[in-house]
């Protein structure tokens, strides 16, 4: 086991140990935010022909050579052809189709042009200007040519994508199930109860903040139950979760004191630890294993910390697991607005709101950085990464990170 590793080969190790997790077939209206875990190629073109955008008529371009506002061009009107019925007679010289949008453009025609633009009788239609072969027609495969690579495996199901699949046929795409993650509270100190806390007590927040940022990052997440501090009884409910989870989070008893007993019940649970401890600020106590071929990951039991953990070290590793092929977080950099002047030993995770001013992006810094406050996390995306000896007691000090 390694100890006070680096966040960043901290977060390599444990995404070096994980897999994504098995497929299934889901109902197209229920994948959005899914995981594709097929590459969709089209089957076929997009449109399957030739179709106005117009509601107009249909003709050939030559037939309109030398047309004018004082020497029209009259063609006699063959038929009209309404979206999703088929042209029965072609477009000969002299003749056009009456044609609504959507609808396939007829054999021998090869320009549209717009009602409005037109005059027009039952019989015949009016064109007072030249027109060009391809005037106002899509073309087929305009959008999509079979063939093409729409989405590779591991893409996220977006609602382009979502309408791309559709239009090639996929309504029950293959996709990642969604991992199952159990989450574990200890400390004899926590209480589930959602009444008036007794003296001494602190509520569980960590249960409920733990689930949400799982829950966004794609997966199922299953409450396993609150312990004291006992390592017979948080290796406990490590065991049982094991048997249904993919993966383990747990919160408290990762620090260095007497009742810190989470690594030692994760070893009684059959699991091999990995590190204890990465070099940042908030975050900093934690301890990572494996059992079964599955993570278990004891964060800390303070909000701030677990939740900075969460996003710097174990979040690749679940966006792995969920299929995602672009697992590892974009890079950016972030101007601060503000000046933060704590110093630290290590490197210090800044949590802040994301905005755009001016082709910068810039970070908005809430008050409240510490270990136990939560609150200040409301609303935020983006983290700045401080390296050691970094000055940013100043406005203007320009830091990389990441967008969570």
Known sequence: MKYDMEYAPAREMIVSFVEAVETERVDLDMCGGRILAAELTASENVPAFDRSPYDGYAFRAEDTKGASRDHPVTLAITEEIPAGSVPTKAVTPGTAAKILTGAPVPEGADAVIMYEKTEFTETEVSI?????????????????????????????????????LAAQGEIR??????????????????????????????RNTNRYSLAAALQKDGCETVYLGLVGDRVK?????????????????????VSAGDYDLTPQAMEAAGCELLFKGVRIKPGMACCYGMAEG????????????????????????????????????????????????????????????????????????????GNVVISSSIGCDGLAVVPEGTDTSKPGAVLRGFII
Do not use: W
């Open 128 to 164: 007072f200007s030249e027109c060009t072969a391809g005037d106002n027609i899509i073309y087929a495969g305009e959008d999509v040519k079979a063939g093409t690579v729409l989405a590779e495996k591991g893409t996220l199901i977006d609602p382009g994508l979502a309408g791309t």
């Open 233 to 253: 009884d948080i290796s406990r409910l490590i065991s049982e979760g094991l048997k249904k989870c993919d993966l383990i989070v747990l919160t408290g008893g």
């Open 294 to 369: 599955k993570p278990v990951c004891g964060l800390s039991g303070n909000p701030s910390s677990s939740l900075i953990n969460y996003y710097t070290v174990l979040r690749p590793a679940v966006r792995k697991m969920t299929g995602l092929k672009s697992f590892m977080p974009a890079e950016t950099e972030f101007t601060l607005t503000e000046g933060f002047g704590k110093k630290s030993r290590h490197t210090r995770v800044i949590k802040g709101r994301v905005r755009y001013e001016s082709g910068q992006v810039m970070l908005d810094i809430p008050k409240g950085q």
């Open 173 to 202: 795409p293959l996709v990642y199930r969604k991992p199952v993650a159990g989450i574990i509270s200890t400390g004899s100190e926590v209480t589930d109860n959602p009444g008036e806390v007794p003296a001494g007590m602190i």
